[in-house]
């Protein structure tokens, strides 16, 4: 089945402690991307990737850094988490073709509280 | 990407259609209409795409006016699993900056009630 898989789904941790969440897609996807999810602003886009090695600031890249190192992966870290960054995190796809360029396939989401 | 102006709720009774309106009275000739939707802090969820015909897939029908300022999702026999927030989104044709960025409105809150 195709999809985005992301963990962990769930997460309390506290302020300073870093933190990885993981992205993996078994689409042979070349895009990949992380939204985060806030009441009243709607999703936004964190960070992105065009393939491998190839990594771009999003709209709100502020306190978060991504590595692509396999195609399939996309991981996100908090360094340093701040409550600010308490948020529902979502994993994307995308192939890279144009006719399907808009399709973009979302994993399940990662509600991470930061205390 | 061009702006989008839907309904914030709406509520449907189950097996009837439900017809979500868009607007999006600023769209250029390049924009494709797409709809997505999002159960519950699920992750969004495609739908359909269109340009400028009216199109159908086993999900839902998308139909776009001939000045394509507007459009409206279909969901011919709603069932409560459809309950969800559906968002209408204009991008431009093809690849776009951003690795495929989507700008998500609020969207439309769909409830679907027996």
């Known amino acids: 089945e195709a999809q985005v898989t992301q963990n962990p789904r769930y997460l309390i941790t506290v302020t300073g402690k870093k933190l990885t969440v993981t992205c993996s897609q078994n689409?042979?996807?070349?895009?990949m991307s992380w939204y985060r999810q806030d009441p009243g602003l709607g999703l936004r886009q964190i960070y992105y990737?065009?393939?491998?090695?190839?990594?771009d600031k999003g709209d709100v890249p502020e306190g978060y850094k991504v590595s692509r190192k396999e195609k399939r992966n996309f991981p996100l870290i908090l360094e340093s988490p701040s409550p600010n960054q308490t948020s529902l995190y979502f994993c994307?796809?995308?192939?890279?073709?144009?006719?399907?360029?808009?399709?973009?396939?979302f994993g399940e989401g990662s509600r991470l509280t930061v205390l | 990407d061009a702006k989008t102006t839907q309904p914030p709720s709406m509520d449907c009774a189950e097996g009837r259609a439900a017809n979500l309106p868009c607007n999006h009275s600023?769209?250029?000739?390049?924009?494709?209409v797409y709809w997505y939707r999002q159960i519950h802090s699920q992750g969004p969820q495609y739908i359909i795409h269109?340009?400028?015909n009216n199109e159908t897939n086993e999900m839902a029908s998308l139909i776009i006016t001939e000045d394509r300022k507007s459009s409206t999702l279909i969901l011919p026999h709603a069932t409560l699993r459809d309950t969800a927030v559906y968002y209408c989104?204009?991008?431009?044709?093809?690849?776009?900056?951003?690795?495929?960025?989507?700008?998500f409105g609020t969207g439309t809150q769909l409830k679907v009630e027996l």
């Open positions: 689409m042979n996807h070349e895009y």
């Open positions: 269109g340009l400028k």
């Open positions: 989104i204009v991008r431009p044709r093809g690849l776009t900056g951003g690795g495929n960025k989507l700008t």
């Open positions: 990737s065009m393939n491998v090695e190839v990594t």
């Open positions: 600023t769209i250029s000739g390049n924009e494709y």
């Open positions: 994307a796809s995308t192939p890279s073709g144009r006719a399907r360029a808009g399709e973009l396939f």
